[in-house]
């Protein structure tokens, strides 16, 4: 179909606007060729007359059916021009507030201006293994299909965000590498990924600033390069830039700012670490306040420094490195505000004082005269000499200025270097992906050199983008087998020829750069002159300053002042030799001179076309020339790579949030290439629908013969072929059928024609339907007035006024006798309603006062009970007070012994060291005497000496001996030092033995206290028995006085005796006399029940005799008369009494009566009946308060014995508490090993009276028996019997009283025993080692003692359990279901070299589907139980350990070893569970014994407390829970969406739409599996059939099967929020039939209690939001009312994704979306828009008791357990 034959009535076009550049009209009138004008009406009503030309190409373009606007992918469109697109984006963008657009292979994305919820780390992987075009656009889908790509192919990927300044470029690119961070975590140390996103913020600070378009404008080329390994996850990052505008550093336009690193230094000035600095306000500073705005709204520089500085840190940035950066940076700051002075026209001069220069020398390291010199100066190098040369003010700013950009682009360029050293990581490089954040397309009312390099930089990137495009078109049409033709595209090549050829702008500009006098008017005049000829260069025509180059996105008027020095770059060497000289050493390392390295690339790859060589040497210095240089490097990095495309758009320049500007968006559309796609797409054929979406969706326009052909691929060929004759228009492909434009907006308006077709029909006959009904209601109607009107006419005709008063005297005659009636019978129900409550009322009465009685007794008892235990309470506490007493004197007389020891080890060293000193006085006395007893020998050669040394000699000598003397007191007095202190010594010894001798008699009496008070609990005990025997001789009395007058009512009762006596002959045991009572209180029930029967009956007969009666007045009196006589008569009257009144009625009535007898019969048979009703209730009355009193007699005495035997077994027990008590108290004294031998005596007596209690035991049994049978014969033999088994118990009371005072006799003995041995052991040794033995002696053995008392106690814990079961009655063994094998004590014996085997074959190589089918469900867990049971019967510790170890190990292992079988998961989850259960269950403790047998308690744990192993397995279940829902989530979750969303449950509901280029893969329709509803429920019945095959706990089904459901609502209720495709009425009913279809799937397998269907609400609601009415206020209250699941987001993201499949459908308009979120305002809730997937409920382990008999279980033969043995 020809393009013009569309030009129809009503059909809608485009046509220029000059304000909204296009604009809406309807066609009036059908077009023609030839015609000259095309009527139309605007959307405001107005009529407008289109000129035309001749021929068709100058017809507006065609607007797109309704059903098409708003699609995901412009592609998607059937009318591919400028204005569909633009609005299209902005429906999308406006009324739908979504931001992302396909537009074939470019993501377009429209900068909001505001914080939207859509890139949360739950978005990131709902996006995660998603194929391109699955959910709605994001960015996030197009890093997915990069990394999908790197991944599948093994190449390189590149995505380039392209855009104008404030499009969101920048956030776009954070937001990939935030992706790949996300889904590619490394898992190593060195968090690689999160150190490229923490390079972000540097770059920024450093490379962004504010301009009058963008806050945060990126003033930097940036290329990232991130590195993946062989498993693809990040291993590093690198990072290239390309031409930061350095000219922001020293000039920025009004309202702009510098860079954000200087203003953040400001704001942080008042630091400690910036005091250095000497920064001030950022107004104060030259460079930073040139704009006037210093502050951006909204931004916190401060804040934003802080984290900086963090991002430092975390990239291993050192403080150091930080703080040189900071000090360049503050002395950019302070160079900007020296002050240049001019001093005449030709020279100018710095001040060395000048404040601001000493801080900048200060910071850098430099020399302030050689900077106030040649700041001012220049050095000119001639031939023979060098001149230096003042130059002028303006020259010396300029090169102040040149030195701060080259200072910060060299300070730029090491961050980035140093960044790149940070994220480089060991590692080879498998393959990268590269985000390239370039500036887009400019143009402003000044450009100059930098918008010249950006827009170059632009032409290279379209004519890449433009080859790509064209090649995948090409691949896409060989791909589906279609004849290729040649395009007409694009191609810019000329314009960059015209920049970077020879003879070029860029050749011209570095030519000119090299004269010294170059000018920018020579270069210009150069251009002219060279590129005059060039259409794609033009001359303006009111300028001589500029020229004009024709780009591929519009026409740029270049400014050329200053193209030549931003193109030099120039900087003074003078400067740059001071700046080297400096002794900063960072920078001095940027002005270092550079060695020329060759540079070497790891990618060699052919250009698009072959570079320009430049002409010199010399002009790769230029920045044009570097700029090229590293744009060539760059393409062919593109080149490498598959790229993706990211277009930035910007929709107004105000910054409003969901604003949208068409002059500004169209203008972009054009630069960024947009335009281009859509116009090389149109060209072709631009609609690509799949041949299952056409056949979904234009089944309607098939034929039945066409519906029946199977192929669907033919039916479709079929269908064109009939619809659209022209071949051309169509092609078919291998998967895909191609239409040319507007082909199928042809189809649409047929589908549409059709359906209004069937519409009509349908309410064509709807109407008449509707009006048959009306008409056929109408007349039923009339039919029915005609009845009631002929009627009333025929009821006039035939009535008479005599009929009427007849009848209304007949119905008054009537209303009198009636009344007369009811009332006489009323008055004889009055009389016996009185008396039946007189009775009642007495009855009730006596009982209150029984029970009071009895409420007195109970209190009675309570008192004396209360006071015995508070007693008892009292004596414990004080033996425990005086218990720790002794234990703290002990332990402060060790104390004092310890001290004193230390005392004497003191004064002996003490004593050691003066007999040393004596000694050396001694051998100094011997040595004097040698030396006189010498000079004796020589005193004959020595004469004449003699008497000169006479006098010196006596002299020594008297001195000697008076030493001596001396040192002999000395002696004594030491030796009476040592004398005193052993006395003393002594002293203390002796005290500190009588002081044990008291302690020990204190003890002696405290035990005497203790068996003073046993003595007199034995005598209260005593008391309590005559008590007792003489309150059993009370009821004996009370017995016999209750047989006496059994035996006077015999005969009264003895119907009731009969019942009693066959009851009572199948009673066998005691506890069953309880519901033989209940059974005799049964049968009186409905004795009374009888009774009211018969009662009723009576008062039956009484009605008909008195209806009978009712004829004659005389019987009526003689009835009143009767009738009082029971009134005047009391209960108990008498037959004869009755007969009385009988006569005298009768001789009245013989007296007026003509037929005496038979009137006197009548009155007899109505006066007898009554009167042999209350006799007889009378007596029953009786008989039934006597047998309820002997019932409460008999009960309350049952009762009370039972209590007596509680009592007396509570007595026993605190008795032998008491015994342990003393037992522990006489241990802790006992010093001496003879005790053992007399507790092994205690022990074997202990056995013997376990033997006894057993032989009593059977006797008790067979007299309870024959007490049975004699119950059987009789019920007061019951009661004797009852009192006989009360002795029994009162003697084994005795029996063990005996015993008791047995061992306590014993207890003595060994005590006596110990105080003998105590004074022997006193009476030896000396105190100091006396002392030291006996407390070591007495620590060993109270050590020794109580782990043998602990064995005791643990023995008489046992024997009292057995003493315990053996009381029991004997019900519980007669009720048990089956026999309990005597063999078997559910118990397994192995060895402990058996223990690996045991684990290997019950653990590890157990399989759920091998020899696990056949067996019990539990098995394995029993049988480990079993073991842990055995282990813990021989009291090995040891043993028990390490098999709970082992078992917790091998378990653990299994699950390790099987993360992803779910049935091995299930399977021990179950069993894990079991064997906590029996852990609970045969603990032993209270809680967990209610529900067991006696069996079962009597297989309990004895010796060991497993409540920590407990806790182990708790959380072994819980970590295998969650391995369990893990792997039910990765087999569930990939057919949640195709089976809840996708799976049309309701066949022809809906129908698919076209999804553009962005399509899913072929495969998806044909070689995927196809997942349904069905599917859903099957692997639902899987899960649950394993699990309940495995024996898990119901209540921990419904939990696994709630977690599922809430999965199956959180996973499709995401997709619905991205996916727009699915927002429609149609899908809400797809969805809510399937939610049906898993309700009912939970009723079958009996599951409606498990909370499931409640985690579907948000999904349930969600749907029924697709369904409800959108429209008025009233829509809105309803939809805040009812969706209380889902959060405001999720309700405002639905409404703006409504998407209509068809034209009946109308959009959600805005204003409709705008109430509904006011109304959602105060709602309180997540702001998050999506749902948390990984969200677990709290798992609960149910304890339920196993009623499982552990000595029945079997050890099957296929576990291979031959070394266990069954105990």
Same mark, same amino acid.
């Given at each position: 179909?020809?393009?013009?034959?569309?030009?129809?009535?009503?059909?809608?076009?485009?046509?220029?606007?000059?304000?909204?550049?296009?604009?809406?009209?309807?066609?009036?009138?059908?077009?023609?060729?030839?015609?000259?004008?095309?009527?139309?009406?605007?959307?405001?009503?107005?009529?407008? @007359?289109?000129?035309?030309?001749? $021929?068709?190409?100058?017809?507006?373009?065609?607007?797109?059916?309704?059903?098409?606007?708003?699609?995901?992918?412009?592609?998607?469109?059937?009318?591919? @021009?400028?204005?569909?697109?633009?609005?299209?984006?902005?429906?999308?963008?406006?009324?739908?507030?979504?931001?992302?657009?396909?537009?074939?292979?470019?993501?377009?994305?429209?900068?909001?201006?505001?914080?939207?919820?859509?890139?949360?780390?739950?978005?990131?992987?709902?996006?995660?293994?998603?194929?391109?075009?699955?959910?709605?656009?994001?960015?996030?889908?197009?890093?997915?299909?990069?990394?999908?790509?790197?991944?599948?192919?093994?190449?390189?990927?590149?995505?380039?965000?392209?855009?104008?300044?404030?499009?969101?470029?920048?956030?776009?690119?954070?937001?990939?590498?935030?992706?790949?961070?996300?889904?590619?975590?490394?898992?190593?140390?060195?968090?690689?990924?999160?150190?490229?996103?923490?390079?972000?913020?540097?770059?920024?600070?450093?490379?962004?600033?504010?301009?009058?378009?963008?806050?945060?404008?990126?003033?930097?080329?940036?290329?990232?390069?991130?590195?993946?390994?062989?498993?693809?996850?990040?291993?590093?990052?690198?990072?290239?830039?390309?031409?930061?505008?350095?000219?922001?550093?020293?000039?920025?336009?009004?309202?702009?700012?510098?860079?954000?690193?200087?203003?953040?230094?400001?704001?942080?000035?008042?630091?400690?670490?910036?005091?250095?600095?000497?920064?001030?306000?950022?107004?104060?500073?030259?460079?930073?306040?040139?704009?006037?705005?210093?502050?951006?709204?909204?931004?916190?520089?401060?804040?934003?420094?802080?984290?900086?500085?963090?991002?430092?840190?975390?990239?291993?940035?050192?403080?150091?490195?930080?703080?040189?950066?900071?000090?360049?940076?503050?002395?950019?700051?302070?160079?900007?505000?020296?002050?240049?002075?001019?001093?005449?026209? &030709?020279?100018?001069?710095?001040?060395?004082?000048?404040? #601001?220069?000493?801080?900048?020398?200060? /910071?850098?390291?430099?020399?302030?005269?050689?900077?106030?010199?040649?700041?001012?100066?220049?050095?000119?190098?001639?031939?023979?000499?060098?001149?230096?040369?003042?130059?002028?003010?303006?020259?010396?700013?300029?090169?102040?200025?040149?030195?701060?950009?080259?200072?910060?682009?060299?300070?730029?360029?090491?961050?980035?270097?140093?960044?790149?050293?940070?994220?480089?990581?060991?590692?080879?490089? #498998?393959?990268?992906?590269?985000?390239?954040?370039?500036?887009?397309?400019?143009?402003?009312?000044?450009?100059?050199?930098?918008?010249?390099?950006?827009?170059?930089?632009?032409?290279?990137?379209?004519?890449?983008?433009?080859?790509?495009?064209?090649?995948?078109?090409?691949?896409?049409?060989?791909?589906?087998?279609?004849?290729?033709?040649?395009?007409?595209?694009?191609?810019?090549?000329?314009?960059?020829?015209?920049?970077?050829?020879?003879?070029?702008?860029?050749?011209?500009?570095?030519?000119?750069?090299?004269?010294?006098?170059?000018?920018?008017?020579?270069?210009?005049?150069?251009?002219?002159?060279?590129?005059?000829?060039?259409?794609?260069?033009?001359?303006?025509?009111?300028?001589?300053?500029?020229?004009?180059?024709?780009?591929?996105?519009?026409?740029?008027?270049?400014?050329?002042?200053?193209?030549?020095?931003?193109?030099?770059?120039?900087?003074?060497?003078?400067?740059?030799?001071?700046?080297?000289?400096?002794?900063? @050493?960072?920078?001095?390392?940027?002005?270092?001179?550079?060695?020329?390295?060759?540079?070497?690339?790891?990618?060699?790859?052919?250009?698009?076309?072959?570079?320009?060589?430049?002409?010199?040497?010399?002009?790769?210095?230029?920045?044009?020339?570097?700029?090229?240089?590293?744009?060539?490097?760059?393409?062919?990095?593109?080149?490498?790579?598959?790229? #993706?495309?990211?277009?930035?758009?910007?929709?107004? &320049?105000?910054?409003?949030?969901?604003?949208?500007?068409?002059?500004?968006?169209?203008?972009?559309?054009?630069?960024?290439?947009?335009?281009?796609?859509?116009?090389?797409?149109?060209?072709?054929?631009?609609?690509?629908?799949?041949?299952?979406?056409?056949?979904?969706?234009?089944?309607?326009?098939?034929?039945?013969?066409?519906?029946?052909?199977?192929?669907?691929?033919?039916?479709?060929?079929?269908?064109?072929?009939?619809?659209?004759?022209?071949?051309?228009?169509?092609?078919?492909?291998?998967?895909?059928?191609?239409?040319?434009?507007?082909?199928? !907006?042809?189809?649409?308006?047929?589908?549409?024609?059709?359906?209004?077709?069937?519409?009509?029909?349908?309410?064509?006959?709807?109407?008449?339907?509707?009006?048959?009904?009306?008409?056929?209601?109408?007349?039923?109607?009339?039919?029915?007035?005609?009845?009631?009107?002929?009627?009333?006419?025929?009821?006039?005709?035939?009535?008479?006024?005599?009929?009427?008063?007849?009848?209304?005297?007949?119905? +008054?005659?009537?209303?009198?006798?009636?009344?007369?009636?009811?009332?006489?019978?009323?008055?004889?129900?009055?009389?016996?309603?009185?008396?039946?409550?007189?009775?009642?009322?007495?009855?009730?009465?006596?009982?209150?006062?029984?029970?009071?009685?009895?409420?007195?007794?109970?209190?009675?008892?309570?008192?004396?009970?209360?006071?015995?235990?508070?007693?008892?309470?009292?004596?414990?506490?004080?033996?425990?007070?005086?218990?720790?007493?002794?234990?703290?004197?002990?332990?402060?007389?060790?104390?004092?012994?310890?001290?004193?020891?230390?005392?004497?080890?003191?004064?002996?060293?003490?004593?050691?060291?003066?007999?040393?000193?004596?000694?050396?006085?001694?051998?100094?006395?011997?040595?004097?005497?040698?030396?006189?007893?010498?000079?004796?020998?020589?005193?004959?050669?020595?004469?004449?000496?003699?008497?000169?040394?006479?006098?010196?000699?006596?002299?020594?000598?008297?001195?000697?001996?008076?030493?001596?003397?001396?040192?002999?007191?000395?002696?004594?007095?030491?030796?009476?030092?040592?004398?005193?202190?052993?006395?003393?010594?002594?002293?203390?010894?002796?005290?500190?033995?009588?002081?044990?001798?008291?302690?020990?008699?204190?003890?002696?009496?405290?035990?005497? +206290?203790?068996?003073?008070?046993?003595?007199?609990?034995?005598?209260?005990?005593?008391?309590?028995?005559?008590?007792?025997?003489?309150?059993?001789?009370?009821?004996?009395?009370?017995?016999?006085?209750?047989?006496?007058?059994?035996?006077?009512?015999?005969?009264?009762?003895?119907?009731?005796?009969?019942?009693?006596?066959?009851?009572?002959?199948?009673?066998?045991?005691?506890?069953?006399?309880?519901?033989?009572?209940?059974?005799?209180?049964?049968?009186?029930?409905?004795?009374?029940?009888?009774?009211?029967?018969?009662?009723?009956?009576?008062?039956?007969?009484?009605?008909?005799?008195?209806?009978?009666?009712?004829?004659?007045?005389?019987?009526?009196?003689?009835?009143?008369?009767?009738?009082?006589?029971?009134?005047?008569?009391?209960?108990?009257?008498?037959? /004869?009494?009755?007969?009385?009144?009988?006569?005298?009625?009768?001789?009245?009535?013989?007296?007026?009566?003509?037929?005496?007898?038979?009137?006197?019969?009548?009155?007899?048979?109505?006066?007898?009946?009554?009167?042999?009703?209350?006799?007889?209730?009378?007596?029953?009355?009786?008989?039934?308060?006597?047998?309820?009193?002997?019932?409460?007699?008999?009960?309350?005495?049952?009762?009370?014995?039972?209590?007596?035997?509680?009592?007396?077994?509570?007595?026993?027990?605190?008795?032998?508490?008491?015994?342990?008590?003393?037992?522990?108290?006489?241990?802790?004294?006992?010093?001496?090993?003879?005790?053992?031998?007399?507790?092994?005596?205690?022990?074997?007596?202990?056995?013997?009276?376990?033997?006894?209690?057993?032989?009593?035991?059977?006797?008790?049994?067979?007299?309870?028996?024959?007490?049975?049978?004699?119950?059987?014969?009789?019920?007061?033999?019951?009661?004797?019997?009852?009192?006989?088994?009360?002795?029994?118990?009162?003697?084994?009371?005795?029996?063990?009283?005996?015993?008791?005072?047995?061992?306590?006799?014993?207890?003595?003995?060994?005590?006596?025993?110990?105080?003998?041995?105590?004074?022997?052991?006193?009476?030896?040794?000396?105190?100091?080692?006396?002392?030291?033995?006996?407390?070591?002696?007495?620590?060993?053995?109270?050590?020794?003692?109580?782990?043998?008392?602990?064995?005791?106690?643990?023995?008489?814990?046992?024997?009292?359990?057995?003493?315990?079961?053996?009381?029991?009655?004997?019900?519980?063994?007669?009720?048990?279901?089956?026999?309990?094998?005597?063999?078997?004590?559910?118990?397994?014996?192995?060895?402990?070299?058996?223990?690996?085997?045991?684990?290997?074959?019950?653990?590890?190589?157990?399989?759920?589907?091998?020899?696990? +089918?056949?067996?019990?469900?539990?098995?394995?867990?029993?049988?480990?139980?079993?073991?842990?049971?055995?282990?813990?019967?021989?009291?090995?510790?040891?043993?028990?350990?390490?098999?709970?170890?082992?078992?917790?190990?091998?378990?653990?292992?299994?699950?390790?070893?099987?993360?992803?079988?779910?049935?091995?998961?299930?399977?021990?989850?179950?069993?894990?569970?079991?064997?906590?259960?029996?852990?609970?269950?045969?603990?032993?403790?209270?809680?967990?014994?209610?529900?067991?047998?006696?069996?079962?308690?009597?297989?309990?744990?004895?010796?060991?407390?497993?409540?920590?192993?407990?806790?182990?397995?708790?959380?072994?279940?819980?970590?295998?829970?969650?391995?369990?829902?893990?792997?039910?989530?990765?087999?569930?979750?990939?057919?949640?969406?195709? $089976?809840?969303?996708?799976?049309?449950?309701?066949?022809?509901?809906?129908?698919?739409?076209?999804?553009?280029?962005?399509?899913?893969?072929?495969?998806?329709?044909?070689?995927?599996?196809?997942?349904?509803?069905?599917?859903?429920?099957?692997?639902?019945?899987?899960?649950?059939?394993?699990?309940?095959?495995?024996?898990?706990?119901?209540?921990?089904?419904?939990?696994?099967?709630?977690?599922?459901?809430?999965?199956?609502?959180?996973?499709?209720?995401?997709?619905?929020?991205?996916?727009?495709?699915?927002?429609?009425?149609?899908?809400?009913?797809?969805?809510?039939?399937?939610?049906?279809?898993?309700?009912?799937?939970?009723?079958?397998?009996?599951?409606?209690?498990?909370?499931?269907?409640?985690?579907?609400?948000?999904?349930?609601?969600? !749907?029924?939001?697709?369904?409800?009415?959108?429209?008025?206020?009233?829509?809105?209250?309803?939809?805040?009312?009812?969706?209380?699941?889902?959060?405001?987001?999720?309700?405002?993201?639905?409404?703006?994704?409504?998407?209509?499949?068809?034209?009946?459908?109308?959009?959600?308009?805005?204003?409709?979306?705008?109430?509904?979120?006011?109304?959602?305002?105060?709602?309180?809730?997540?702001?998050?828009?999506?749902?948390?997937?990984?969200?677990?409920?709290?798992?609960?382990?149910?304890?339920?008791?196993?009623?499982?008999?552990?000595?029945?279980?079997?050890?099957?033969?296929?576990?291979?357990?031959?070394?266990?043995?069954?105990?």
């Amino acid at each position: 179909m020809a393009l013009s034959e569309l030009y129809t009535q009503y059909n809608r076009v485009w046509i220029p606007d000059p304000e909204n550049v296009w604009q809406s009209a309807e066609i009036l009138k059908n077009f023609s060729p030839g015609d000259k004008i095309l009527e139309l009406q605007r959307e405001d009503g107005s009529e407008l @007359h289109y000129p035309l030309d001749s $021929g068709s190409a100058q017809l507006p373009p065609l607007r797109n059916p309704d059903i098409l606007v708003g699609e995901n992918d412009l592609t998607a469109l059937s009318y591919l @021009h400028e204005p569909a697109v633009l609005h299209n984006l902005r429906v999308r963008f406006v009324e739908s507030k979504i931001i992302y657009t396909y537009c074939g292979i470019i993501l377009v994305a429209v900068n909001p201006y505001k914080q939207l919820p859509i890139y949360g780390d739950a978005v990131i992987h709902a996006y995660s293994g998603q194929n391109m075009g699955d959910l709605d656009p994001h960015i996030y889908a197009v890093a997915e299909e990069a990394y999908k790509q790197m991944a599948r192919n093994n190449k390189n990927q590149s995505i380039i965000v392209s855009g104008e300044s404030g499009a969101g470029k920048t956030v776009s690119a954070r937001y990939t590498m935030r992706y790949f961070a996300m889904v590619s975590k490394s898992g190593s140390k060195t968090r690689v990924e999160d150190k490229v996103l923490a390079s972000n913020p540097i770059t920024e600070a450093i490379g962004n600033a504010k301009t009058t378009r963008n806050d945060n404008s990126s003033r930097f080329g940036k290329y990232t390069e991130i590195s993946f390994d062989r498993r693809y996850q990040i291993i590093g990052a690198n990072m290239r830039t390309y031409l930061l505008e350095k000219s922001r550093v020293v000039f920025q336009a009004e309202n702009e700012r510098n860079y954000h690193i200087f203003y953040q230094m400001c704001a942080c000035a008042d630091l400690p670490e910036f005091k250095a600095l000497r920064l001030v306000s950022a107004d104060k500073f030259h460079y930073a306040g040139m704009g006037g705005g210093i502050e951006i709204e909204g931004v916190d520089d401060r804040a934003d420094m802080a984290e900086t500085r963090k991002t430092f840190i975390k990239l291993g940035l050192k403080e150091d490195f930080q703080f040189d950066v900071f000090k360049v940076l503050a002395a950019i700051l302070h160079l900007g505000n020296v002050t240049i002075k001019t001093l005449n026209p &030709e020279k100018c001069s710095v001040s060395s004082s000048d404040p #601001h220069l000493s801080v900048l020398c200060e /910071l850098l390291s430099i020399n302030a005269e050689s900077v106030c010199r040649w700041l001012c100066h220049r050095q000119i190098v001639l031939v023979a000499e060098t001149v230096v040369k003042p130059v002028p003010k303006e020259r010396a700013v300029n090169a102040r200025d040149a030195l701060a950009k080259h200072i910060y682009a060299h300070l730029f360029n090491c961050v980035i270097q140093r960044i790149n050293t940070a994220l480089k990581v060991p590692g080879k490089q #498998h393959s990268f992906i590269g985000v390239l954040d370039i500036y887009g397309f400019e143009t402003f009312d000044v450009n100059s050199f930098e918008q010249f390099c950006i827009n170059y930089a632009n032409e290279k990137l379209q004519q890449q983008f433009n080859l790509h495009v064209f090649k995948l078109e090409q691949e896409e049409y060989m791909k589906e087998d279609i004849p290729w033709t040649l395009i007409d595209f694009y191609d810019n090549q000329p314009v960059i020829d015209l920049i970077e050829a020879k003879m070029g702008v860029l050749d011209l500009l570095d030519e000119e750069c090299l004269f010294p006098q170059g000018t920018d008017h020579n270069w210009l005049q150069k251009l002219y002159n060279y590129l005059g000829e060039n259409p794609m260069f033009e001359k303006p025509r009111l300028s001589s300053e500029a020229f004009v180059i024709q780009h591929f996105a519009d026409k740029v008027e270049y400014q050329c002042k200053g193209f030549l020095e931003k193109n030099r770059d120039t900087l003074y060497e003078e400067l740059v030799d001071i700046l080297r000289a400096s002794k900063f @050493h960072l920078l001095a390392e940027f002005f270092q001179e550079e060695e020329q390295i060759p540079a070497t690339k790891g990618i060699k790859v052919r250009p698009a076309r072959p570079g320009v060589k430049p002409a010199s040497k010399q002009l790769r210095t230029t920045v044009g020339d570097k700029f090229r240089s590293s744009l060539y490097l760059l393409m062919e990095t593109l080149n490498a790579t598959t790229p #993706h495309y990211v277009r930035c758009i910007k929709p107004n &320049e105000e910054k409003l949030p969901f604003e949208y500007d068409s002059k500004r968006v169209v203008q972009q559309l054009r630069a960024c290439g947009v335009l281009e796609t859509i116009r090389i797409s149109a060209q072709s054929y631009p609609s690509r629908w799949t041949y299952i979406e056409f056949y979904s969706r234009y089944s309607i326009l098939m034929a039945l013969s066409e519906l029946g052909i199977n192929d669907k691929k033919q039916t479709c060929r079929t269908v064109l072929q009939r619809l659209i004759p022209d071949l051309n228009q169509y092609k078919f492909g291998r998967t895909k059928i191609f239409f040319r434009a507007g082909q199928v !907006a042809y189809l649409e308006k047929l589908r549409l024609d059709k359906l209004r077709g069937a519409c009509v029909t349908i309410q064509k006959h709807v109407r008449g339907w509707s009006q048959r009904r009306k008409f056929l209601l109408m007349r039923e109607a009339a039919i029915t007035i005609q009845q009631y009107v002929r009627g009333k006419r025929q009821i006039r005709q035939m009535i008479t006024a005599a009929a009427l008063k007849q009848a209304w005297a007949a119905v +008054v005659i009537q209303r009198h006798c009636r009344g007369f009636l009811v009332r006489r019978i009323y008055q004889l129900v009055l009389v016996a309603t009185v008396t039946i409550q007189a009775f009642i009322r007495g009855w009730i009465a006596r009982k209150r006062y029984k029970k009071l009685v009895a409420e007195r007794k109970a209190l009675i008892l309570q008192k004396y009970a209360r006071a015995w235990l508070v007693r008892r309470r009292f004596s414990a506490m004080r033996r425990l007070v005086l218990n720790v007493q002794l234990s703290y004197r002990v332990q402060q007389l060790r104390k004092k012994v310890e001290e004193q020891g230390k005392e004497n080890r003191g004064l002996m060293e003490r004593l050691t060291g003066l007999a040393n000193a004596h000694a050396q006085g001694q051998e100094r006395v011997h040595t004097l005497e040698q030396e006189l007893s010498k000079s004796a020998s020589e005193k004959d050669s020595l004469e004449k000496q003699e008497k000169l040394n006479k006098q010196k000699s006596e002299a020594v000598i008297s001195e000697l001996r008076a030493r001596i003397e001396a040192l002999l007191q000395e002696k004594n007095t030491m030796e009476k030092k040592v004398i005193d202190s052993a006395n003393e010594l002594k002293d203390n010894f002796d005290e500190i033995r009588r002081k044990l001798q008291d302690d020990l008699e204190r003890e002696a009496r405290l035990r005497k +206290v203790a068996e003073n008070n046993l003595e007199i609990h034995k005598e209260d005990l005593d008391k309590e028995i005559e008590a007792l025997k003489e309150e059993n001789k009370r009821l004996r009395e009370d017995k016999i006085r209750l047989h006496t007058q059994i035996e006077e009512e015999s005969q009264v009762k003895s119907d009731l005796q009969e019942q009693v006596t066959q009851l009572t002959k199948h009673v066998k045991v005691i506890p069953e006399l309880r519901k033989d009572l209940h059974i005799i209180t049964t049968q009186k029930d409905e004795q009374d029940r009888k009774i009211r029967e018969q009662t009723h009956q009576a008062k039956v007969k009484i009605g008909t005799l008195t209806r009978q009666l009712l004829g004659d007045q005389i019987e009526e009196e003689i009835l009143s008369g009767l009738a009082e006589s029971p009134e005047n008569n009391d209960t108990d009257g008498s037959l /004869l009494s009755a007969f009385d009144g009988l006569q005298k009625a009768t001789r009245s009535d013989s007296l007026s009566c003509s037929t005496p007898l038979g009137l006197s019969s009548v009155t007899i048979k109505w006066y007898l009946l009554p009167c042999s009703f209350r006799v007889m209730e009378a007596h029953l009355r009786e008989q039934k308060d006597h047998y309820n009193s002997q019932l409460e007699a008999k009960t309350f005495k049952m009762d009370h014995l039972q209590n007596e035997n509680e009592q007396l077994q509570k007595l026993f027990q605190e008795k032998s508490n008491i015994t342990d008590g003393i037992r522990i108290e006489v241990a802790r004294l006992t010093a001496e090993n003879m005790v053992i031998p007399e507790l092994k005596q205690q022990i074997s007596e202990l056995q013997r009276l376990k033997q006894e209690l057993e032989v009593q035991h059977q006797e008790q049994a067979i007299e309870v028996k024959e007490q049975m049978e004699a119950i059987s014969s009789k019920l007061q033999s019951n009661l004797e019997e009852e009192i006989c088994h009360r002795r029994l118990l009162e003697q084994q009371k005795d029996d063990n009283s005996r015993q008791k005072d047995e061992l306590l006799r014993k207890l003595e003995e060994l005590e006596e025993e110990h105080q003998q041995l105590k004074k022997q052991n006193q009476a030896e040794g000396e105190a100091k080692s006396k002392l030291r033995q006996e407390a070591s002696r007495l620590t060993a053995e109270n050590m020794d003692f109580e782990e043998q008392l602990d064995m005791k106690e643990r023995l008489i814990k046992k024997l009292q359990s057995q003493i315990k079961a053996l009381q029991a009655p004997e019900k519980a063994s007669q009720n048990a279901a089956p026999a309990i094998p005597k063999d078997y004590l559910g118990m397994l014996e192995y060895k402990r070299e058996d223990e690996s085997r045991l684990i290997q074959n019950i653990i590890m190589d157990m399989k759920p589907r091998g020899v696990v +089918v056949n067996m019990i469900p539990g098995l394995a867990a029993y049988l480990l139980f079993m073991c842990i049971r055995h282990a813990d019967y021989l009291n090995d510790e040891v043993k028990l350990k390490s098999l709970m170890h082992g078992i917790i190990a091998g378990v653990k292992k299994v699950i390790m070893n099987h993360q992803e079988d779910f049935e091995v998961l299930s399977f021990w989850l179950s069993n894990t569970h079991h064997l906590l259960n029996c852990l609970k269950q045969y603990s032993g403790e209270e809680e967990f014994m209610k529900h067991n047998s006696p069996r079962q308690n009597k297989n309990c744990l004895q010796n060991f407390d497993l409540s920590e192993h407990r806790q182990i397995f708790s959380d072994l279940a819980i970590k295998i829970y969650n391995q369990f829902i893990t792997c039910l989530e990765k087999n569930f979750t990939p057919m949640i969406v195709p $089976g809840i969303l996708e799976h049309e449950s309701l066949q022809g509901i809906s129908s698919m739409k076209p999804t553009g280029f962005r399509k899913r893969s072929n495969s998806v329709y044909e070689d995927m599996e196809v997942y349904t509803i069905s599917s859903i429920t099957e692997q639902l019945t899987g899960f649950h059939s394993t699990m309940s095959q495995h024996g898990m706990d119901p209540e921990l089904i419904r939990q696994v099967i709630r977690q599922q459901f809430y999965l199956v609502g959180a996973v499709t209720l995401n997709s619905i929020l991205l996916r727009k495709d699915t927002c429609s009425c149609r899908k809400g009913m797809q969805i809510r039939c399937n939610i049906s279809y898993l309700e009912e799937w939970l009723k079958e397998q009996g599951l409606q209690g498990s909370s499931a269907m409640d985690t579907l609400k948000p999904l349930t609601q969600a !749907a029924w939001l697709l369904q409800v009415n959108k429209t008025t206020d009233e829509d809105a209250m309803e939809i805040k009312d009812k969706c209380t699941e889902l959060s405001p987001v999720q309700i405002v993201k639905i409404l703006n994704s409504y998407t209509p499949i068809d034209d009946f459908e109308k959009r959600v308009a805005p204003s409709f979306v705008r109430k509904v979120q006011a109304l959602l305002q105060d709602r309180e809730g997540s702001s998050q828009l999506m749902a948390d997937t990984e969200y677990r409920f709290q798992v609960t382990f149910p304890f339920n008791p196993s009623n499982q008999a552990l000595e029945l279980l079997q050890v099957p033969a296929s576990l291979r357990l031959p070394f266990v043995t069954r105990i």
